[in-house]
């Protein structure tokens, strides 16, 4: 009982800590994202958890050592904070997907292709110099390839929602592009982890893409053909009872494609779609948005106790970080300008679609823990750890400019797009003499 009655506290202090967070970013006027991370790293295992080591001293108040005490408090991964951060990652997906119908993914499917495949060729095609360059070999060429190519789906989407983007033309590119991301992504994690489970073996491989791919044909299937169910489905006067059956669907598939190896983030986006096709959008919005918020600031802090900072102590770390922020940040803004120049937006929009595709997160992540699963046998382990402080470190810092970078791309714009529009007017037209 006492146990329980501990893990609620912390439970409390978690919401409490990430509340506060809110509250600090609403009066700087800052985005709230980095603060969530922060309070998580702060109140996490590795700052707070370590405090009676780090200090040296103790504080006993009536038998009591107060630090001691309060090490004891530091929030930790638990099973409910882990499943927690993943409903945040279902709900930021789900709201992606009720606002990207099929028939629009449909009309839009050449340029997606168009700009997902620039996006892909230009950060991957990076990341895997990268990786070389950091890391002399080739699985973690292909390790640091995904870790510097997927853009935060979860993150990205979070800030379009909060900056008011959703309704404006550069969400087009940015939501298509992220979309391309995440199928790709599912793709490459079922070579990854063939490769890092030190089989090598390329029917595995195979058969964890067919599985992938099946999958996500029985998902678009569904968004094609489901609609008269999933209308029916929700088809109640009581929100109690609208909201449960919405969850129900939406985590529970998400939970099969997880299982089965392929991204809850995807299935939750053609969730999404699905029910977009209902007469029941309003209403979902309506009546889970404080849901996504609640379980997306749970997964952001989430991040924050994931990261310890002394990973941060290697001299080769922080120089691989530094590195690679510098080398792929312009590539990500480079191919969310020709992304959004693909989409015919003029140069303002597509500079903003640059600015919001530059944040990394989850994906990045979950490619960190798969470095460490294959330490000692496909990687070795000081490879493995290095990659995996680099992705942490990585994250941390594309997370906070990313959103940065988003917040105030007005000034930004004001300084970059009169010069690009001069390059643009001054570069021959076919035609010209």
Known sequence: MAAESTALIDLGVLFGAAGVAGLVAQRINQSVIPWYILIGILLGPHVLGELPGALGVEWT????DLVASLSDGALADTDFVHVSAEVGIVLLLFFLGLEFNLDRLIQARDRIGKAGTVDFAINFGAGLGLGWLLFNGILPAFLT???????????ITKSI???????NDESEPLLGTLVYEDLVIAVYLAIASALVGGSGDVGEALGQIG???????????????????????????????????????????????????VSEAVAAFFVGMAFSSTDHVHDLENLLEPL???????FFVWIGIQTDPMLFADGFVLAA???????????????????????????QRSVRVGLGMTTRGEFSLIIASLAISGAGTSLAAGTADAI??????????????????????????????????????RTPQPGDD
Do not use: C, N
Request: hydrophobic letters at 55%; charged letters at 15%.
């Open 161 to 167: 929602i909060d900056l008011g983007w959703i309704a």
């Open 292 to 298: 996504r918020d609640t379980f997306a600031a749970v």
């Open 211 to 261: 599985i992938a791919v099946g999958f996500l044909l029985v998902l678009l299937l569904a968004v094609s053909f489901g609609t008269d169910w999933i209308q029916r489905s929700l088809e109640t006067d009581s929100h109690e009872f609208f909201v449960l059956r919405a969850l129900g669907i939406t985590i529970f598939v998400s939970g099969v494609a997880l299982a089965l190896g």
């Open 321 to 347: 970080i530094a590195v690679g922020v510098v080398l792929t940040t312009p590539t990500k803004l480079l191919s969310g300008y020709l992304g959004g120049r693909l989409y015919e937006l003029d140069v």
């Open 145 to 155: 390839a995904g870790i510097v190519y997927i853009s935060s789906s979860a993150i």
């Open 61 to 64: 108040v009536r038998g009591v």
């Open 388 to 425: 995996y402080a680099f992705a942490i470190g990585y994250v941390l810092v594309m997370s906070v400019l990313g959103t940065t970078l988003m917040q105030h791309s007005d000034r930004i714009e004001a300084i970059v797009v009169p010069r690009l529009e001069d390059t643009v007017d």
